[in-house]
């Protein structure tokens, strides 16, 4: 009984029995609280609301604000063929951006910008990446992606107009797409054709001074966005609103409903829909079954134009504005399905699209969102800016940094590192080809120096001057002793390196063998016997053979007398001498023709007659070899191609006299040095074949490395040589005859297509390792070291010091003893 009158007493039981009178006690008692409470605690509840909400806004715009700080924009060049799998492998590896729950209450969770700008050039793809994210971290993802692609990153900028200059303004015009349905619905992921065609084609014709820009904002979400998601296509799979307003509504105003209930209370739905239902129900487990990213997509067009332009243009430039932003807004509607894109206004489109913040966004599934934000997969897309060759990381164990290695490069791909090529691998040679500008000499000069630094010897010849003039801005201070230059554009003292010095034989072949190699198209047997027997009677009737001396000993009678008094223990050389007398003057002037003109031409240069026919030389290139460093500068724009050539082949054979006298030293003592050639094909006129010479030059610890710029400048016993016995290859842009060829030693990992879209200083490179030849890869050249403000001038002033002549025997002996203060001659020099 007690019980019973207890739950009568209840507001339960009166609003059971006197609803009504029960609802206008709780109305009184609610108003007279108001009456007597609401003037503080109103005003008090709104003061909490609008400082929470103030509290929020500042809490969102802090961790904005915060991925803002070392930001960077990631241009993607795309491969020649993008692989369509590509973009759901790029986002499903983004997913590791997602933060533990604890940072993402504290810190937010940060989001990309996946960004396509357009402009009158062409249309640029981009990532905007904020400062949170670890470098590289995006840029690898991308690479693995799209193999082939590359990433350049830059620090962060509008993608859209800077600030005007005076007298201009801007006009601008944008929106937002945002799911016109329940964000628990997909939109269409799957294509026959690339569904973005229709978005690149939109704002083309674009003008010198109009941008556009889409960017597709996202962010890796878990937790309760995930279950929101989830709760709303619950409330869809049940026929009610996904929305809190629609379900109050739904409850006030209820309707019709496409399900039904039968006599055992289960579901049944109506036939006419049943289709529809199925195949929702299906594309909503499929959405939710993998990763979300919340997402929004903005759009604006911008162009500056001039104060003074009227109102009437004004208007016409904005409608042209609007037009093209509603071509790009309708390019989206191609990703119709059970769900769209609906257009909204975007207010302040510059700073929005500047500020790239994602506050609310639409849940879109990895292929989804693969499908609205990828690489275009159509290969004829024009404007769209591509990479030229496909980036190949080095192999394992490749060398980076040390006293013992020469620097190649960076590796473009993965985790940028240096590249090097160990010395005891460069003894296999180095062939390096490329187009004039690719980087060549970028590459050469940064080994010069590296050698130089680290007291290795070194020669290089230079044919254009360029590369020297770098050499010698950034020579290291303490290698300006050991310098040795031959300038052709130099007005002072020039050391002299003469050709005839050394064995008898092997100079004297040598140098008819230059010669008849350089002037093959007007050289015959008669013109080399009368080449070779002078210079062997220079040799043997003077104290000091020069080339200066051979046209007189051809055309004076009383010079050709004094030197065959000296000549009667030789009788071939005697034999030579008596036919050469017994001819008339007329056969004798047309016998020595060919050679004369050859010769007064090289030597009517005044440097070519210091450099190799001034007299004894100044210039000990064993000295060299063992940590000196030769400079030879001979432009031929300074001396004509002929001289060049020759003068170059001359030194070169000079360089070889000097390391096969190596041979006389153990194995241990032969200390690694190098030769440097540019435009090799010049000066390789030696009477020795290429193979048997680089495979000399191994043994004798002469690391050759052969620069040139096309295949076509190689003669065939030449190039095959280079090809088999230069093992070490770095190819730069090559054309597509030579791509086609030089693929034999790159293929598969870098194809012909790569090798004739390499870009500057971009390289193919196949390296020795240990003795082996690695798998090829692609490298970036570095830069120069800056010049050093007036190193030229020093380094050209202490290498005058070469050009007196040596001291004898004796003398030199003494001055390789160290004095009394501890300097060592030996190690200056």
Same mark, same amino acid.
């Given at each position: ?9 209840? *507001?339960? #039981? ?23 409470? #609401? ?147 997909? +939109?269409?992921?799957?294509?026959? @054709? ?11 014709? *674009? #003008? ?27 409330? *869809? ?17 209820? #309707? ?40 929004? +997509? ?114 473009? @791909? ?27 000499? @970028? ?187 030769? *400079? ?161 001038? @020093? ?35």
């Amino acid at each position: 009984m007690i019980l019973r009158r207890s739950v009568v007493d209840s *507001l339960v #039981g009166e609003l059971l029995t006197d609803p009504w009178g029960t609802i206008q006690t709780v109305l009184t008692t609610v108003w007279s609280w108001v009456r007597s409470w #609401g003037f503080v605690a109103l005003p008090a509840l709104l003061v909490v609301v609008v400082g929470l909400w103030v509290q929020h806004r500042w809490w969102f715009r802090r961790c904005q604000d915060a991925l803002h700080d070392r930001a960077r924009v990631v241009t993607i060049l795309a491969p020649p063929t993008v692989d369509p799998g590509g973009a759901q492998a790029v986002w499903s590896n983004l997913v590791g951006l997602l933060r533990p729950m604890l940072q993402r209450i504290m810190r937010g969770q940060p989001h990309l910008a996946w960004e396509f700008v357009f402009d009158h050039d062409g249309v640029q793809i981009r990532l905007w990446v904020p400062g949170t994210v670890p470098p590289g971290m995006v840029e690898r993802a991308i690479e693995a992606a799209w193999p082939g692609a590359h990433t350049r990153s830059a620090p962060a900028s509008s993608p859209l107009l800077t600030e005007p200059a005076d007298g201009h303004h801007h006009l601008v015009t944008g929106g937002v797409l945002r799911l016109a349905r329940s964000e628990a619905l997909p +939109i269409r992921s799957e294509f026959d @054709t690339d569904p973005i065609r229709a978005l690149l084609g939109a704002p083309v014709g *674009l #003008g010198v001074h109009e941008v556009a820009c889409v960017q597709i904002l996202a962010r890796p979400v878990t937790g309760r966005r995930v279950k929101r998601a989830r709760r709303a296509a619950r409330h *869809l799979d049940a026929g009610r609103s996904t929305r809190m307003v629609g379900r109050i509504l739904d409850l006030i105003t209820p #309707g019709p409903t496409t399900r039904a209930t039968n006599q055992a209370g289960l579901t049944k739905l109506d036939p006419q829909t049943s289709l529809e239902f199925n195949a929702q129900n299906r594309a909503i487990v499929a959405k939710q079954r993998g990763s979300q990213w919340e997402t929004i +997509i903005r759009y604006a067009v911008a162009t500056t134009v001039p104060a003074e332009v009227s109102a009437a243009q004004v208007a016409r430039r904005r409608q042209q504005l609007r037009g093209r932003a509603h071509a790009i807004a309708s390019a989206f509607s191609g990703f119709t399905e059970h769900n769209h894109y609906r257009r909204h206004r975007l207010r302040a489109p510059l700073t929005s699209m500047a500020q790239r913040r994602l506050r609310r966004g639409d849940l879109l599934s990895i292929p989804e969102l693969a499908a609205v934000a990828h690489l275009p997969t159509d290969e004829g897309l024009p404007g769209l800016a591509r990479a030229g060759a496909r980036a190949v990381p080095p192999p394992p164990k490749t060398p980076t940094e040390g006293e013992l290695i020469r620097p190649v490069g960076i590796s473009d @791909t993965g985790h940028a590192r240096p590249v090097g090529l160990q010395v005891s691998d460069a003894r296999h040679h180095l062939h390096i080809l490329g187009a004039t500008g690719s980087g060549k000499s @970028t590459i050469l000069a940064r080994m010069i120096l590296a050698d130089a630094e680290h007291d290795r010897g070194a020669v290089v010849i230079d044919p254009k001057g360029d590369l020297i003039t770098d050499v010698l801005q950034r020579l290291p201070e303490h290698t300006a002793e050991k310098v040795v230059l031959f300038d052709a554009d130099t007005r002072g003292p020039v050391p002299c390196l003469n050709p005839l010095e050394g064995p008898k034989e092997a100079a004297v072949d040598n140098l008819v063998s230059v010669f008849s190699r350089v002037f093959s198209s007007a050289w015959g047997p008669r013109t080399e016997d009368i080449l070779r027997s002078a210079c062997l009677s220079l040799r043997a009737a003077s104290e000091t053979p020069t080339l200066a001396k051979l046209p007189d000993l051809l055309t004076d009678p009383a010079t050709r007398a004094r030197h065959q008094e000296k000549l009667k223990d030789d009788p071939t050389l005697r034999g030579f001498w008596n036919w050469y007398e017994q001819l008339s003057d007329a056969a004798r002037a047309q016998s020595i023709a060919p050679l004369l003109n050859k010769l007064r031409a090289f030597l009517l240069r005044s440097f070519v007659v210091k450099a190799i026919a001034a007299g004894p030389s100044t210039v000990d290139l064993s000295t060299v070899l063992d940590g000196g460093l030769c *400079l030879v500068r001979i432009p031929k724009g300074s001396l004509g191609e002929d001289t060049t050539r020759l003068l170059g082949s001359l030194i070169v054979a000079r360089v070889w006299q000097a390391t096969t006298a190596r041979a006389k030293l153990p194995q241990r003592q032969r200390r690694d040095a190098a030769l440097y050639v540019d435009e090799a094909h010049n000066f390789l006129n030696l009477p020795y074949a290429m193979e048997d010479m680089l495979a000399e030059a191994r043994g004798y610890r002469l690391a050759m490395t052969l620069a040139h710029q096309h295949l076509g400048q190689l003669p065939r016993d030449l190039k095959e040589g280079i090809s088999t016995n230069a093992r070490s290859k770095i190819f730069f842009n090559a054309s597509p005859e030579d791509a086609r060829e030089l693929a034999r030693h790159t293929a598969p990992r870098i194809s012909e297509h790569d090798l004739a879209h390499l870009g500057a200083f971009h390289a193919a490179t196949r390296l020795v390792v240990n003795g082996e030849e690695t798998p090829p890869f692609t490298v970036t050249t570095q830069p120069l070291p800056p010049a050093i403000r007036g190193r030229a001038k @020093t380094v050209r002033q202490a290498a005058a010091r070469h050009t007196r002549p040596l001291a004898s025997s004796a003398d030199r002996a003494h001055d390789d003893e160290p004095d009394a203060s501890g300097f060592d001659p030996r190690r200056a020099s």
